[in-house]
């Protein structure tokens, strides 16, 4: 081999272990968005919050890591991709192990929001410096495959690594786990990935400002409902929301470097893909949620024996995943999204037959049904979204696709899981015996969790009546919400089919 051929091979070698510095991480921050499923039972036992705490404990990193993902991708451009994605690792590690030692659950809501604002800084310089670092189109194809697999896995295997490390720890390694790979970044960044920078990208702060709070006030908004709180608050923080979300539209048509090119939207193809995939991940988002803290307060397995129990469906995810770009150069790529999202549907009338007796094995092939039905979404939004608009928006483009499949599944969380609880909520009312003591009955009119703490405190015939009663009324929370997805999933399915039938197979020409 000669000097030139080896100085290559170690080139292609650094780009390959940078390629791992990148992906680790972007496996990791998605991870993060459902990692905290299982160990919601774990946080209620410790941190007493009440059953909109939850969710937001649960949904707030999601927003904040969607609403500023665009944002702190021009950030990166200005002041250096590799130098804000360090900022982030450094940042989102240290936070991790304040979150771990909190126990108020006020202080872990504002927490999770932080680190989703690290995470931001991080996303979109993981893809920015594959585009860097990966000159040869056929290396950078594998390359962001390599890291659009790892969003992938980091989604689906979340609740498998939180049963593990809850069985053997507590919820609080759900946090530290994000510790030694925030130190591998911090350390293996300046070493492994170039720097790249645009000094004349100009970042507009503002207008993330708006877009982060139309997505909080509409959500806090739907959170109040589902909570029976007074509806004119909850009407007012919908149509705040609203307003400040129009006027960010508005100052994005008007500027002439936008934060978000909302034109993109006029793109026929942009907008049927995203809007597909942003409604699957939702339609997903709640139910899956929902359905980890049924295994465990319903089902009564242990954070292990739920984790297990996803693994089937994860497993399938990951091959429809990794076939469907292969199906979609023979057929219509909306045929196999739509395909997918049928299949949903069938999963979703299934959770609606779920209760506190239903079998183990049909209770797994209800969400191995499900599951993998948006892998068609997940796997071939990006290629759409980014093969039909000009080579230079293709980072905006990209960008997009990133944000939609984070706030789907934050949306999905946030609004059907609020309708679980508020089915809950009506439900419980009136299953629950007479005679419970007021702190008690509270605490089961809150949530299922707050219900089963207060059944292990009362004699033993009062207890299993308010189990009995909770588990019931959460199954009924399940089957609601699977409605909803039902219907969510059914009317994507034939967006997909109609709105993208004019794409022709990846593997034919149009």
């Known amino acids: 081999m000669t000097e030139t051929q080896q100085s290559e091979a170690r080139a292609d070698a650094k780009q390959w272990w940078g390629l791992a ?28 919050p009440t059953s909109t705490q939850m969710l937001w404990i649960l949904d707030i990193y999601g927003f904040v890591m969607a609403g500023f993902l665009v944002a ?32 108020d659950p006020a202080l872990m809501i504002a927490w999770r929001a932080l ?8 996303v979109p310089s993981t893809l920015g410096l594959i585009f860097v670092m990966f000159a040869d189109a056929r290396a950078r194809g594998v390359a962001i495959g390599v890291w659009a697999g ?10 498998l690594l939180s049963g593990l490390l809850l069985e053997v720890f507590g919820w609080q390694a759900t946090f530290l786990v994000a510790v030694p790979v925030m130190a591998f970044v911090a350390v293996g960044a300046p070493l492994l990935l170039p720097e790249h920078r645009d000094p004349s990208a100009r970042i507009d702060l503002f207008s993330a400002l708006l877009l982060v709070a139309s997505l909080l006030g509409v959500i806090y908004g739907i959170k109040r409902f589902a909570t029976q709180e007074p509806v004119g608050p909850s009407i007012g923080l919908l149509a705040a929301g609203a307003l400040v979300g129009l006027w960010f ?7 002439q470097q936008p934060l978000l090119d909302v034109r993109l939207f006029a793109n026929r193809t942009v907008s049927a893909a995203l809007a597909v995939f942003m409604l699957s991940a939702a339609a997903l988002g709640g139910v899956y949620s929902l359905f980890t803290q049924y295994l465990q307060s319903v089902q009564g397995l242990s954070p292990l024996q739920a984790g297990l129990a996803i693994l089937p469906a994860a497993g399938v995810l990951i091959v429809v995943a990794t076939s469907a770009p292969v199906l979609a150069r023979r057929f219509r790529p909306g045929s196999v999204i739509a395909i997918g999202l049928a299949t949903q549907v069938v999963g979703y009338l299934l959770f609606t037959q779920l209760d506190a007796g239903t079998g183990l094995a049909l209770v797994i092939a209800s969400f191995v049904l ?4 948006v892998a068609p979404a997940m796997a071939l939004t990006t290629d759409l979204v980014v093969g039909s608009v000009p080579p230079e928006k293709a980072g905006g483009a990209s960008g997009l696709a990133t944000t939609a499949n984070d706030l789907g599944i934050s949306l999905g969380v946030a609004v059907i899981g609020s309708i679980g ?24 009119n809150g949530s299922v969790d707050g219900a089963l703490v207060a059944a292990s405190q009362l004699p033993a015939g009062l207890g299993n009546a308010v189990t009995v009663a909770a588990q019931q009324a959460f199954s009924t929370g399940l089957n609601t919400a699977a409605v909803v997805s039902a219907v969510i999933a059914g009317l994507t399915a034939v967006v997909a089919a109609i709105r993208l039938r004019h794409v022709s197979p990846t593997g034919r020409a149009d």
């Open 21 to 48: 510095v990148l992906v680790l991480p972007s496996t990791l921050l998605f991870m993060m968005l459902t990692i905290l499923f299982l160990a919601a039972p774990s946080m209620a036992t410790d941190l007493r």
């Open 72 to 103: 702190m991708g021009v950030l990166g451009d200005r002041v250096g991709k590799r130098r804000l994605m360090v900022i982030g690792a450094v940042g989102f590690g240290a936070l991790s192990v304040v979150a771990a030692l909190t126990s």
């Open 115 to 122: 680190l989703g604002l690290f995470a931001a800084m991080m």
């Open 150 to 159: 790892g969003i992938s896995a980091g989604v689906a295997l979340g609740p």
């Open 249 to 255: 539209v508005l100052r994005q048509l008007r500027a």
């Open 370 to 373: 499900t599951y993998p039905g």
């Open 421 to 444: 609880v508020a089915a809950y909520r009506s439900e419980i009312a009136g299953l629950l015996p007479g005679g419970l003591p007021a702190d008690a009955q509270s605490a089961a």
